[in-house]
Nanobody, 111 residues
Framework: QVQLVESGGGLVQAGGSLRLSCVASVSIFASNPMGWYRQAPGKQRELVAAITSAGSTNYADSVKGRFTISRDNAKKMGYLQMNSLKPEDTAVYYC?????WGQGTQVTVSS
């Protein structure tokens, strides 16, 4: 059974930082792109950042310059470093590999 498990969410003040992690249980991780998504209350889920298996990245305009996505294929792990957090970054954050999703981790940024 494929599993993706996120961790690292929490409550932080505006301007603070968090690092999210996603561990995959399957070998498909290394050969596929990985994405971080988020969903705020009452809003649609949106792509925050993505990284190819080779390490090429792209970001939503709203997080460019503040968030950094990375991966360790040997460990089957992905990361999202979030700096200069804003209240509007508050959401449940999910990792995704092909059709598989994690359960999400809550990030709350207080003003």
């Amino acid at each position: 059974q494929v599993q993706l498990v996120e961790s690292g969410g929490g409550l932080v003040q505006a301007g603070g930082s968090l690092r999210l992690s996603c561990v995959a249980s399957v070998s498909i991780f290394a050969s596929n792109p990985m994405g971080w998504y988020r969903q705020a209350p009452g809003k649609q889920r949106e792509l925050v950042a993505a990284i190819t298996s080779a390490g090429s990245t792209n970001y939503a305009d709203s997080v460019k310059g503040r968030f950094t996505i990375s991966r360790d294929n040997a460990k089957k792990m992905g990361y999202l470093q979030m700096n200069s957090l804003k209240p509007e970054d508050t959401a449940v954050y999910y990792c995704r590999v092909v059709q598989y999703w994690g359960q999400g981790t809550q990030v709350t940024v207080s003003s």
